[in-house]
Each structure stands twice: as C-alpha cells, then as structure tokens.
C-alpha cells in the first residue's frame, strides 16, 4: 500500500470513527454491560478494522463492517467468559452479605420493570426503551425518531406513568 492509499484509509477511518464510536460503545455496553471491557471492544474493532484497510481490503459500507466486527468480537468476549459456581465461591471464602439484599431487590425490580414494557402502548414502548434500555439521550432520540425533544421528554414522561400504573396497579 502506498503513501497515498494510507492517508486516505487513515481519513476514511478517522471519519468513520468520529461517525460510530458513540453508537458502537453503546452497543457494546448494552451487550458486555461492563463499561472498561465495551471501551475495550470498540478500541479492538478500530484496530482490526485498520489492519483490514491496511492489508488492501475494501469496505462498502463502514456502519454495517464495524458492527459486523464488534459483534463477533463481543461472541468472542462471551465465549471465554467463565461463570463461577457458588459453591467455588463459598470454598474460596466469599459469604454473601446481608445487606446485599436491598441491591439484589433493586435488580429483581429493574428486571419486572423491563418486562413490563412490553405492556406499554407501541409509542411509549419505544421511548422507553430508547431512554432507559439503550441510554439515550433526548436529542438522540429525537433525532432517530424525528419527533422534536419536548415530544419526546413528553412520551417519556407519561410512558413512566403507565409503567408505575402497570407496576403498582392500585
């Protein structure tokens, strides 16, 4: 690869960069839910992806290649992670302890919580979702929606309701 090829492979990727890094990121993290290890991943599709142009490969559209790389990188992250039995725990010395309860209760809660989207009304089905399952903010969802902000914040807003209705039906 010439000089020539190289700084336009680097221009290409810079671009592509600055245009995906957030969504990748998000994608990772809501896939690994550990935010060190989706920084790691996103860094990881960047990289193969140079070393891809590098080697003279061509990309036809840069948005569907890295999702195609960070997806099997994250299937790589899933295969090598290890589940741990609780027995092995407790043989090591680790003992649960009795004010994990409260934490253990907050999870079950956001577990129901996000079964019971699926309840809401499509509209708000969305938005939730978008805000609290995909951490998005008003102006993203407002520009994927192409809804304006206080349109959004108001679906968002009465969406929760009708969670807290479905929730605690009083």
């Given at each position: 690869m010439n000089k020539k090829q190289e700084v336009k492979s680097q221009k290409i990727l810079t671009q592509a960069?600055?245009?995906y890094k957030d969504m990748l990121s998000k994608r990772a993290f809501f896939k690994v839910n550990d935010r060190v290890v989706s920084e790691y991943l996103v860094q990881d599709t960047f990289i193969k992806t140079?070393?891809?142009l590098m080697k003279g490969g061509k990309i036809e559209i840069m948005g569907a290649f890295?999702?195609?790389v960070l997806n099997n990188l994250i299937v790589d992250e899933y295969r090598k992670h290890k589940t741990?039995?609780?027995d092995s725990l407790l043989e090591k010395g680790f003992e649960p302890r009795a004010e994990d309860h409260e934490r253990i209760f907050d999870a079950l809660d956001g577990k129901t919580s996000f079964g019971l989207i699926e309840h809401l009304p499509r509209i708000y089905k969305k938005v939730i979702r978008m805000k609290y399952a995909q951490d998005l903010s008003l102006k993203e969802m407002s520009q994927i929606t192409g809804k304006s902000k206080n349109v959004i914040a108001v679906q968002t807003h009465r969406g929760l309701e009708k969670l807290k209705l479905l929730?605690?039906?009083a």
């Open positions: 960069y600055t245009d140079w070393k891809y890295l999702y195609h741990t039995s609780l929730y605690n039906p």
